[in-house]
């Protein structure tokens, strides 16, 4: 029993990050409509930008949050102001061009992350990586424990953004209906530059909370940009509170599998998950509760 | 004379070993007719059909591993897994392509992806069967890559003439009209569904039977090498659009192409570059050939990024541009 709840709170921890990835990734998905296949890669740049920002200058990597965000905030800004939205104007015969062009961005990105800090294990140790505090008889990870709460607070101002401010109103409203938007005054290709910031910065906030108890290599991207597209499949393709809901579930099954089936099958669960919707429950959660 | 050109390339590709008797170019024509066969199959199903495949390398691992695994279980020769590679290939493709086809949009993409990972979990963690990371190695039939050659050749050519023939045919109008218009190809009574796992399936075996060669041709295999998809399922959508996507020789041009530009960077330009470095005697220009030699990951995502902006139906598809472009050079170079 006492596994049960240490796995759970495990896996609800781990969940609350998965939601801040799962999130960028469904508002790309949902105003743009294509997958964004660097989703992962954009992350690791964010967590090496931390590492720098620890390594060189000491800062402790929660404060860099606000260096990092903005930072990923501007480079998700830049691939698609000059990669992805020139791609709409061209004429092609495959729809998916603007996905192979994500393929191209995040493979650039790796292979230059490589140049630049070669391909060795790092990591960043605080003085409360390895700290845990005790829930009567459960130990909880300290670090894990604050990333929780810093979660919650970036996903509550994502929604209020999305729900109360106008620019939130505005992709919205792009992401139901790209074409009524465009005639109610909507600058739509504003809208995608700033929505794939913002996927960017959140994806980074969620590489930034990991960092303490992470490791980071260049490669580390491609799995998490798996994990991505698992929850907003499990959550249902656009939709922000599917997102929440998706990477709950994708951190709870990966931490009930590690602990009762096997360590090895860990990266593997969240595959099995996605067929599981496929099969069962295309359309995932959105389909449920139709928010 | 572009009715015949085919024609020619095919004449100068069977005589090609007997004019460079050169072990070395006969391995690099090898694996660009390899890929001839693995691109026109990915050109099938994604630039005919429009389902973008992103895991050609579970289709290709599997066929390869049927070869292996019929020398190393069975001791059966492992040319029967050419065949049986492709079967196995397509079992897998078909009920895979039923679950996925279910849904449009991106889930087909995305699920590809996610199948090419799931089988290389399992090839590394079912060790009984695979081996694991240890791989496999099974002796190799002939001494010369002469034989080798042909075999290739032969099944570059059946591949690219029965998606030709398919193309032809109704299955390849129903293809491309899923492709242009899925509602309007429901409403004339296609079964897009069903339609979309026939060209999967040949998709597939081709792609299987292309495995089934590599573990002839190499010897060699781990679940790393012909799961990966980097190097395989990547490599296999890069020769689709470089040639020309929704081209029938789009996919060889292009495979011509890629294996050219991997080796070069893997080789420096064929170790000039080294050379030269090395002749000036100065260290850092030695260093940077030495990182120049290490990002051919790099350059291929360069050339991705390169080609998908500037051109989107790849050099068959957009020969014409080309031609505009460089005529447009010349006239103003004249003027």
Not at chain 1, 65 to 78: K, R
Not at chain 2, 126 to 131: I, K, M, Q
Request: glycine share 10%; with cysteine.
């Amino acid at each position: 029993m006492e596994v049960f709840f240490q796995t759970l709170v495990a896996g609800i921890l781990k969940g609350s990050l998965y939601a801040l990835i799962g999130m960028g990734m469904t508002l790309i998905m949902g105003v743009m409509g294509i997958i964004n296949l660097a989703h992962g890669q954009l992350m690791m740049v964010a967590m090496y930008v931390t590492f720098t920002l620890h390594a060189f200058f000491g800062i402790d990597p929660y404060l860099s949050l606000v260096v990092a965000m903005p930072t990923l905030f501007i480079l998700g800004a830049i691939i698609q102001q000059w990669f992805l939205n020139p791609l709409m104007k061209v004429e092609s015969i495959l729809p998916e061009n603007q996905v192979l062009m994500t393929v191209g961005v995040g493979m650039v990105l790796t292979e230059v992350m490589r140049f630049i800090f070669t391909s060795d294990y790092k990591s960043v140790q605080t003085s409360y990586s390895k700290s845990a505090w005790y829930f009567w008889d459960i130990s909880v990870s300290v670090p894990l424990t604050i990333d929780f709460f810093f979660a919650v607070g970036l996903t509550v101002l994502l929604l209020l953004f999305l729900i109360k401010t106008d620019t939130g109103r505005a992709i919205r409203a792009t992401a139901q209906d790209k074409d009524a938007a465009l005639l109610m005054g909507v600058d739509s290709e504003k809208i995608t530059v700033i929505t794939f910031g913002l996927g960017a910065a959140l994806v980074a906030a969620a590489g930034t909370l990991l960092i303490p108890v992470y490791y980071l290599f260049p490669d580390i991207g491609g799995p998490f940009t798996r994990k991505a597209f698992v929850i907003c499949v499990l959550g249902g393709m656009g939709s922000a509170v599917g997102a929440i809901f998706g990477g709950m579930t994708l951190g709870l099954a990966e931490a009930f599998g590690a602990a009762y089936i096997g360590m090895e099958f860990e990266d593997m669960i969240g595959l099995i998950i996605f067929i599981l919707v496929l099969l069962f429950l295309p359309g995932g959660f959105k389909r449920l509760t139709k928010v | 004379m572009r009715r015949y050109l085919p024609i020619i390339c095919l004449i100068l590709l069977t005589i090609f070993p007997l004019v460079v008797p050169n072990d070395y170019y006969l391995h690099l024509m090898i694996l660009v007719l390899m890929w001839v066969v693995i691109g026109t199959a990915w050109n099938l199903i994604a630039g005919y059909t429009g389902q973008v495949s992103f895991g050609d390398a579970a289709f290709f691992g599997t066929g390869a591993y049927t070869a292996g695994l019929l020398t190393t279980k069975l001791m059966i020769s492992p040319w029967w897994g050419l065949i049986l590679g492709g079967v196995t290939a397509a079992i897998l493709a078909l009920p895979f392509g039923w679950i996925c086809f279910r849904l449009r949009g991106a889930y087909f993409a995305l699920a590809t992806l996610a199948l090419n990972e799931v089988m290389r979990h399992i090839g590394t963690i079912w060790e009984s069967l695979t081996n694991g990371m240890v791989g496999i190695l099974i002796v190799q039939t002939f001494m010369s890559k002469l034989p080798y050659y042909y075999i290739v050749l032969t099944m570059a050519v059946v591949s690219v003439v029965s998606v030709r023939l398919v193309m032809r045919s109704k299955w390849g109008y129903y293809f491309l009209s899923i492709r242009e218009d899925q509602d309007a190809a429901e409403s004339l009574g296609i079964d897009s569904h069903f339609y979309k796992m026939v060209s999967l399936g040949i998709a597939a075996a081709l792609t299987g039977v292309a495995g089934g060669f590599y573990m002839n041709y190499m010897g060699f295999i781990d679940p790393h090498v012909v799961f990966s998809l980097h190097d395989i399922s990547i490599m296999a959508i890069l020769v689709g659009i470089v040639g020309g996507v929704g081209t029938i020789y789009g996919p060889a041009v292009g495979a011509f192409i890629m294996v050219a530009v991997q080796e070069l960077f893997r080789t420096g330009f064929f170790g000039t570059l080294m050379a030269a470095a090395k002749s000036t005697g100065s260290g850092y220009f030695i260093k940077i050939v030495e990182y120049f030699n290490m990002a051919h990951v790099l350059g291929f995502g360069l050339l991705v990024v390169l080609v998908i902006l500037f051109l989107p139906n790849g050099v068959v598809g957009d020969w014409d541009k080309i031609l505009r472009f460089l005529r447009l050079k010349r006239s103003e170079a004249e003027a």
